[in-house]
């Protein structure tokens, strides 16, 4: 259950931990007036995983192992400075065992391949085993990291939230409990899905100031409050009112802060500083860096009034910067104060292989489906089928997607469809899949959300090529506030989208011949067959919707198509039920946590849109937080989509003609290009004999003049 770049994974590079240390201490030892109870600085975003697990995230083995930490013997007294120390030294030397027994693999692979030895082969499945067993338990190690860190920041007990609320005074006095009842949250009563306890009080409804205030909560961060609420509170407020709740509550306690970390001063300050890096951290691209005033104002209060009293503000600077030169980048990474190293390919490769092989495919369920006549011809005579979910699901094939093909390169003089057809439909899938993984690792969960204010609906991918991101309106069906600046990169994705579909089907008319046709036709198909076995849906959608449209429906080619072939068309249509089915269902079992995935965007996007039906608001005026928790579980997997990216070797002169072609026919008109094909029409006998008879009079009559 690793967070988006919450934990040291275990590929980082030892090196570099002292120099980080280094840098905190350097940090921590300047001029300023520095709690010396702050922790560390620290990535604070606790990633899609809190978001999607919730109060699930850390299970009773986590609790139970954080509770036997640093005690020597069962009478002594927990403490949570031992905790740590006993976990750092025990999560050091685990990743320095599991990094030598990668490189030692790596050795037997590369000795096993030249010599082929029986000692080796027999020695490597055992390494597999060991291997694996490691790196589960680096990885439970860093969950545990991870509870104690959030367990420690700084959170209030419930009756100190009607005080952050009303937080606006300048005494340094501590501030003391308030009555309860004053608090606009509405709770219910269940049982604790960890520790079986009864009478846990679990958030319903809050009015906007008292989700806000529950932000600092004891429980927050371990729940799964915080994510949920960085993915979701624009539903209810604005980001400049979000930023200002949050300098209101630094301003009014940062310099009556005491030294002591158990005044409620002291935690409302730091917890204030959690959220607002966690914010930055995790929505800077969405929030800030299409805001510019936004971005202004956090600056500026940082360097006036946080800088000169306490290191969290240069901290703070730091990482706003960093943030704003990743822009251009990644769209999702952590701070670089404690960014990993990233792997090398051969290592990547190898542990990708590893967790593939190892992991469990869900839970399947059976399903009827037959196709209409109308939507598929080629289904017309074939019997009604029992299809099973594993039938139309991916089916993991890497080894012969990661090996390097000999490709065989088209003549310069050679366009159209027969470049297409001088590559596999694996090759076609590799670098189909890469072009896909760079729009996609640009969006955000923030991305799906209010779709419908942005013109997008349940029919084709619904935004108009005429229509451009600036003369969308926002008045329509918008679920946000009106002042509230939203990010509409959904868009590109959707028109990238719609711009594969019409290039598949403009590549199928404009073929000059019906051999051409069927073979083109069967390329695709075997193409989006391939894509939905790796997992990248969103290809394999695309070209079902090219495959789909009505002029490419009624080609005579599909008469004469193989009928091996002719069955990945009703495959197809199974995997588009599957994915409308449940907004969720490409999260079950273990699969999507090694495998990469690239969902369909249009799908994702709709399947949010049916959790928007209804109100937001009660009668009260309060928000009900159970709805928005549950959309912002299903954004979530956006980013845990991207933390598996496809390591295929690109092929960057077919990419490039990819993109070429794809550019050329983004905006063509399928009618207009079928027309002037004699291929797409279905030739009548009646007519062809009549034609017979006029050429043989013709003949005929040259021969009596």
């Not at 004891?218 to 200002?244: H, I, K, S």
């Amino acid at each position: 259950l690793q967070s988006n770049g919450c934990c040291i994974g275990p590929g980082f590079a030892e090196e570099n931990i002292e120099p980080e240390e280094k840098t905190l201490i350097k940090i921590a030892g300047n001029s300023y007036l520095v709690s010396p109870n702050l922790p560390d600085f620290h990535c604070c975003s606790p990633g899609w995983s809190s978001a999607f697990y919730g109060a699930e995230c850390f299970d009773s083995e986590v609790r139970s192992y954080m509770k036997n930490l640093g005690k020597q013997k069962s009478s002594e007294s927990q403490n949570i400075d031992a905790k740590k120390v006993e976990l750092e030294q025990l999560l050091t030397m685990e990743t320095k065992n599991y990094r030598k027994t990668v490189k030692f693999y790596q050795k037997l692979l590369q000795k096993e391949r030249r010599s082929k030895g029986p000692e080796t082969k027999s020695m490597l499945p055992k390494l597999k085993g060991q291997l694996q067993e490691m790196k589960s338990k680096v990885q439970f190690l860093e969950l545990v990291k991870k509870y104690i860190v959030y367990a420690e920041q700084w959170g209030v007990e419930s009756c100190v939230l009607p005080t952050v609320i009303h937080n606006g005074r300048t005494d340094t006095t501590d501030v003391a409990p308030t009555d309860e009842s004053s608090l606009p949250l509405y709770y219910s009563t269940e049982k604790h899905p960890c520790n079986n306890q009864n009478g846990i009080r679990v958030l319903q409804a809050g009015t906007p100031l008292g989700l806000m205030a529950y932000l600092y909560s004891r429980n927050a961060f371990l729940d799964g409050y915080v994510q949920q609420f960085l993915y979701t509170f624009r539903y209810f407020c604005t980001q400049e009112e979000f930023l200002q709740f949050l300098l209101d509550r630094i301003s009014s306690t940062l310099s009556s802060a005491s030294l002591d970390p158990s005044t409620s001063l002291t935690k409302i300050c730091n917890r204030s500083f959690y959220i607002l890096q966690a914010w930055i951290e995790d929505c800077y691209s969405v929030d800030f860096a299409t805001n510019t005033d936004l971005l202004c104002t956090l600056k500026e209060f940082i360097s006036s009034k946080v800088a000169p009293l306490n290191g969290y503000g240069e901290r703070l600077l730091s990482l706003l910067e960093d943030a704003s030169a990743r822009k251009s980048g990644s769209a999702h990474q952590c701070s670089s104060m404690d960014r990993q190293e990233e792997e090398s390919e051969e290592d990547r490769k190898i542990l990708h292989s590893l967790c593939k092989k190892l992991s469990e495919d869900a839970p399947r369920k059976n399903f009827n489906w037959k196709l209409p006549k109308a939507m598929a011809p080629i289904a017309q005579n074939q019997r009604q089928r029992l299809y099973t979910i594993p039938s139309v699901l991916p089916r993991p094939c890497y080894n012969s997607f990661t090996e390097e093909f000999p490709v065989s390169f088209a003549k310069a003089d050679d366009v159209g469809p027969y470049f297409l057809i001088e590559y596999s439909a694996q090759q076609l899938c590799c670098q189909l899949t890469l072009l896909q993984q760079e729009v996609f690792r640009k969006c955000h969960p923030v991305h799906f959300l209010n779709s419908r204010a942005l013109g997008v609906k349940d029919k084709s991918f619904a935004v108009q090529k005429a229509v451009s991101t600036e003369t969308v309106s926002l008045k329509v069906c918008n679920l946000f506030l009106s002042k509230c600046i939203q990010d509409q990169y959904l868009l590109q994705l959707l028109r990238n989208a719609d711009s594969i579909s019409t290039w598949v089907a403009a590549e199928i008319v404009t073929c000059h011949t019906s051999k051409l046709q069927v073979s083109l036709l069967s390329k695709f198909l075997l193409i989006a067959k391939c894509c939905y076995e790796q997992r990248n849906f969103a290809t394999a959608m695309q070209i079902l919707a090219g495959l789909e449209k009505l002029i490419v429906r009624q080609l005579p080619a599909w008469k004469i198509l193989p009928a091996k072939v002719a069955e990945i068309m009703e495959e197809l249509k199974a995997v588009e039920v599957f994915l409308k089915s449940d907004s969720l269902c490409l999260m079950e079992g273990e699969r999507f946590k090694t495998l990469p995935t690239i969902p369909s965007a249009h799908v994702l996007a709709m399947h949010v849109q049916q959790l928007e039906i209804g109100g937001f608001t009660m009668t009260n005026g309060a928000h009900k937080w159970t709805k928005l928790r549950n959309i912002a579980k299903v954004v979530s997997q956006v980013h845990a989509f991207q933390e598996n990216p496809y390591t295929y070797t690109p092929d960057f002169k077919l990419q490039s003609y990819l993109r070429r072609r794809i550019t050329c026919f983004k905006d063509a008109d399928i009618s207009a290009l079928a027309a002037d094909n004699y291929t797409n029409f279905h030739q009548i006998p009646a007519e062809k004999h009549s034609r017979i008879i006029q050429d043989t009079l013709r003949r005929m009559k040259a021969t009596f003049q």
